[in-house]
């Protein structure tokens, strides 16, 4: 049984080369952390709800022994009266910030952050949602949080996407620019809490062309190739970038939910749908044979998971990885350019500009105005048969043999 911890023992911890945790052995779950560092802090260890559960209670000396054991004992009698002392703390945490953030001037970034996204971002369509919400949690508020709209000067947006930029970001720096435009713009005209944006006149910070970048058949096979270099599941990834030509990350977030292999169906919902409209896949025979060795994870309805709690990520470093394995003659390309080969290789198949463009979730080009609201039609079949086209064609370039003597790829 640990001895009850003493002031002067506190005094004499020395630190060692890996975090330790030293019980006390009068209050059951307190411990002492002792860092490398030298820095110690106290924490109660506990179970609630069946499961390990951890309450930080503060620095030592700052906090001594005698508090640090009362404050155990007061989440000793919250957990047996029901109730949860890490979740009470953040509870606390929270309110305390609702109330300091109710205090603060209107025009503080927080403010209008928070007003714009439940006000203006919300009828936006999920996908676009979800890069606001990045945006403006991952650069927006760490920078400038505390700071008042009315205050940020062009040098901060310059330093913030010059920050953006350095880290290999350019083109998302002009997104993030675009947006704080639009958000600024919300705070004048509908919230009125500032006279002015502080962004007008500001320019993209990088130049962008329209790409139009298609690959060639033999960067394709290349591509399809030098993923089976690559774990599985980002294997599975590239190819089904390739045989459907759906966007990035609705492949990589695709349900097993979604999917039903038996019928050769992907039921992509509204709510990732970058339209907002709910999409249905055909999945030619190889893809589903892909799907059906992806391994799947207890619990985890993602297909594309390595460890079931979210999909795969890092597309950057994908790409980085199967450029590494193939020609190095071959001309920078991204993962997007095989959404537009997918496009243009229907085209050369003969496939009709509208079946692709149901097949890519669109609604422009030739089904659009009067002509969208009357226009039911779904093309199934046709759709179907396009999906068999490009695989059976997939597979002719990757096996390098030609296409009618080649039924789909699903040995491959």
Not at 17 to 31: F, N, Q
Not at 158 to 166: F, G, N, S, T
Not at 178 to 184: E, G, N, P, Q, R
Request: net charge positive; with cysteine; charged share 25%.
């Amino acid at each position: 049984m640990a001895k009850a911890l003493t002031i002067k023992a506190i005094e004499n911890i020395k630190p060692g080369a890996v975090r330790r945790e030293i019980p006390d052995g009068e209050v059951t779950g307190l411990y002492l952390q002792v860092f490398p560092s030298g820095k110690m802090s106290w924490a109660f260890r506990y179970r609630f709800g069946g499961r390990s559960r951890k309450l930080t209670i503060g620095l030592s000396p700052e906090i001594g022994l005698k508090d640090a054991r009362n404050i155990a004992l007061k989440a000793h009698v919250q957990v047996a009266g029901g109730t949860d002392p890490q979740c009470e703390k953040q509870t606390v945490r929270r309110a305390a910030k609702q109330a300091a953030l109710a205090q603060a001037p209107n025009d503080i970034i927080e403010k209008i952050a928070a007003q714009f996204m439940a006000r203006h971002v919300k009828n936006l369509a999920p996908s676009t949602q979800g890069e606001l919400t990045r945006i403006i949690n991952r650069d927006v508020l760490p920078a400038w949080r505390g700071r008042r709209l009315s205050e940020i000067t062009q040098d901060d947006v310059h330093d913030l996407l010059d920050a953006i930029r350095d880290r290999g970001a350019p083109v998302y720096a002009n997104r993030v620019l675009s947006w704080l435009k639009v958000m600024a713009q919300f705070a004048v005209k509908q919230l009125r809490v500032i006279g002015a944006s502080p962004f007008v006149g500001l320019d993209p910070p990088t130049k962008e062309t329209a790409r139009d970048r298609v690959l060639t058949d033999s960067e394709l096979k290349a591509v399809w190739l030098a993923s089976d270099s690559l774990d599985i599941r980002y294997s599975a990834f590239v190819k089904l970038l390739i045989l459907s030509g759906q966007r990035r990350n609705e492949v990589s977030e695709i349900r097993w939910s979604e999917l039903d292999l038996d019928a050769g169906i992907w039921t992509l919902p509204k709510e990732r749908a970058k339209n907002d409209r709910e999409h249905q896949i055909p999945l030619p025979d190889p893809a589903v044979s892909i799907l059906r060795a992806v391994p799947k994870i207890a619990g985890s309805d993602y297909v594309l998971t390595l460890d079931g709690r979210g999909p795969i990520r890092g597309y950057s470093n994908i790409k980085t990885r199967i450029d590494a394995v193939m020609p190095s003659d071959v001309p920078p390309w991204t993962l997007h350019d095989l959404r537009r080969t997918f496009a243009t290789g229907m085209a050369k198949r003969g496939v009709a500009i509208h079946v692709t463009e149901a097949l890519l979730n669109h609604r422009s080009g030739v089904i659009s105005g009067i002509v969208a609201v009357y226009q039911k039609h779904d093309y199934a079949s046709e759709r179907r048969t396009a999906m068999a086209t490009w695989a059976n064609y997939v597979a002719s370039l990757v096996s390098g043999e030609t296409a009618s003597n080649v039924r789909y790829i699903a040995k491959l």
